[in-house]
């Protein structure tokens, strides 16, 4: 192994990273590593720049200054499908494809990059999300929004991805599948060995699936804490307001029970 790919390297790197839209400054100099394994979630008000700083990662959209490093390398250097095969996307309203199956849209990613999908592998992807093996033949609108989702997931994995991006991915859920699909998430995190980055309106989701929370104001990062620190009345005013929205509800719930 060469010196420099030691395992203590950030899986991504943003170094001084900037997004312009016109006179819009989306994202303003972040600099940030994310470490191989770890689960962050970016929180923040709405147009903060948590998509744009996500897309960067994919190369969805490309920085105005600064560099996103992946495994070590400049993401605007690599050929994007080349990098899109090695980070999974899931968003929110998931785009499948509606004239193909759930198995054919699984296998989008693979199938771009010359390479088939055995049926048995389809049924792995299925089943790593918790569902039957037999929805693969069906089509996307046979599909409740929550199993939608999961095929979503599913597709973000179907090329054994190390990295896994999601842009609200349980926004258009009910709670109780969203809160399944969270917790079935952050176990296929674990058992994958993946990096997660998930960006969420929800402090309270923030809290409960991911071990570090960025938060985002006008394209900044004004607190980076794990759940904890951000529980004890870490990472300053904007993040202690977004973390006393969940805090009031459970306060509420529990002098209810009294
Ligand atoms: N393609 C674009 N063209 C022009 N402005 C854009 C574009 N994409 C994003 N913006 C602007 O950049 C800012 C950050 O947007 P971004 O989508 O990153 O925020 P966000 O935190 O993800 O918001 P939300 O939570 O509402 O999805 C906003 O002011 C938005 O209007």
Redesign the pocket.
């Known amino acids: 192994m060469p010196p420099d790919a030691s395992s203590d390297a950030p899986l991504i790197a943003f170094e001084t990273v900037s997004k312009v839209?016109?006179p819009?400054v989306?994202?303003d100099a972040v600099s940030r590593s994310i470490a191989a394994g770890s689960f962050v979630a970016l929180v923040?008000?709405?147009?903060?720049?948590?998509?744009?700083?996500l897309k960067m990662v994919n190369a969805l959209e490309a920085p105005s200054e600064g560099r996103v490093m992946f495994e070590g390398e400049d993401v605007t250097a690599l050929d994007p499908p080349t990098l899109r095969r090695r980070i999974g996307y899931v968003f929110q309203g998931i785009g499948l494809f509606p004239h193909m199956s759930v198995a054919e849209n699984i296998a989008i990613g693979p199938r771009l990059g010359g390479e088939s999908l055995t049926r048995a592998r389809i049924a792995e992807l299925l089943e790593l999300v918790e569902l039957e093996a037999d929805l693969a033949a069906r089509m996307p609108d046979e599909l409740s929004g929550g199993q939608r989702q999961r095929v979503g997931v599913a597709r973000a994995l179907a090329n054994d991805p190390h990295l896994l991006l999601m842009?609200?991915p349980f926004g258009a859920l009910d709670p109780i599948t969203r809160d399944a699909l969270g917790e079935r998430v952050r176990a296929l995190h674990e058992r994958l060995g993946l990096t997660t980055v998930m960006?969420t309106?929800d402090m309270a989701e923030a809290l409960l699936l991911a071990d570090r929370v960025l938060v985002?104001d006008a394209?900044c990062i004004v607190a980076d804490e794990t759940p904890g620190g951000l529980l004890a009345g870490k990472g300053g005013e904007i993040a202690q307001g977004l973390v006393a929205v969940p805090r009031a509800q459970a306060e509420k719930l529990a002098a209810m029970e009294r």
């Open positions: 839209y016109g819009v989306a994202v923040g008000a709405s147009g903060s720049g948590k998509s744009t700083l842009d609200e960006v309106h985002m394209g």
